[in-house]
């Protein structure tokens, strides 16, 4: 089975420019998620979909992150502009369904590391 | 406050030691229980799940949960470099609730 896939690995850009995060989830898995992970941190939910619906967003810095997952598959996160604090981890993660009573195993892929100068 | 505490480190223990992890948290609602391990520069990955409270045992990792206390632990036996990695501890209330991770403990395990 393959594991969640992540592009790029690596990104360097200039604060205020603009930068997009590419996730392939595990196949048939209905729910993503992306998290941002600081150095030194542990990580930090931004946006979690079912299928193609935002379930939660709350940790979502809306006025430069904006996040979509068409079709209920890949999905993109995107940061415009980008500032200094925005340098971390861009991880992504699913599991097979988020709407049951108990904690779905959630699958990591291996992460975009940003860095903003 | 934070709702998870997690002690980062960092651990050095010697071949054949074992390794005792733990993290603290302040929600009751938390009802799971995970232990992630992520290698430098890769995602976490699953190791250990527990529902409530109680231990957990796989192969050289046992895994305790004491919800009265607030308090969960991993135990590592027979540690081996290989098992030089950051350990990320993480909880939730269940069904569609987020998690919520610890800072992670780096953990070194030296020949």
């Known amino acids: 089975e393959a594991g969640v896939a992540q592009s790029p690995r690596y990104k360097i850009i200039e604060k205020r420019q603009s930068v997009a995060f590419w996730c392939n989830p595990i196949s048939g898995h209905a729910t993503l998620y992306w998290y941002q992970q600081i150095l030194g941190q542990g990580p930090k939910l931004l946006i979690q979909?079912?299928?193609?619906?935002?379930?939660?967003d709350s940790q979502l810095p809306k006025d430069r992150f904006s996040a979509e997952r068409l079709k209920g598959v890949d999905s993109t996160l995107k940061i415009q502009p980008a500032k200094l604090e925005d340098s971390a981890v861009y991880l992504c993660?699913?599991?097979?369904?988020?709407?049951?009573?108990?904690?779905?195993?959630?699958?990591f892929g291996p992460g975009t590391r940003l860095l903003v100068l | 406050q934070k709702e998870v505490e997690q002690d980062p480190g960092p651990l050095s223990v010697p071949e054949g030691a074992i390794v005792s992890l733990n993290c603290t948290y302040s929600n009751s609602a938390f009802q799971y229980f995970m232990w992630y391990r992520q290698y430098s520069r890769k995602g976490p990955e699953l190791l250990m799940y527990?529902?409530?409270?109680g231990n957990k045992e796989d192969g050289r990792f046992t895994a305790q949960v004491d919800k009265s206390s607030k308090y969960i632990s991993l135990f590592i036996r027979d540690s081996q470099p290989s098992d030089s990695a950051t350990y990320l501890c993480a909880m939730s209330a269940g069904g569609g609730n987020k998690l919520t991770f610890g800072t992670g403990t780096q953990l070194k395990v030296e020949l």
């Open positions: 527990t529902y409530s409270s």
């Open positions: 979909f079912q299928n193609n619906g935002v379930v939660d």
């Open positions: 993660a699913s599991s097979l369904d988020s709407d049951r009573a108990f904690q779905e195993t959630q699958y």
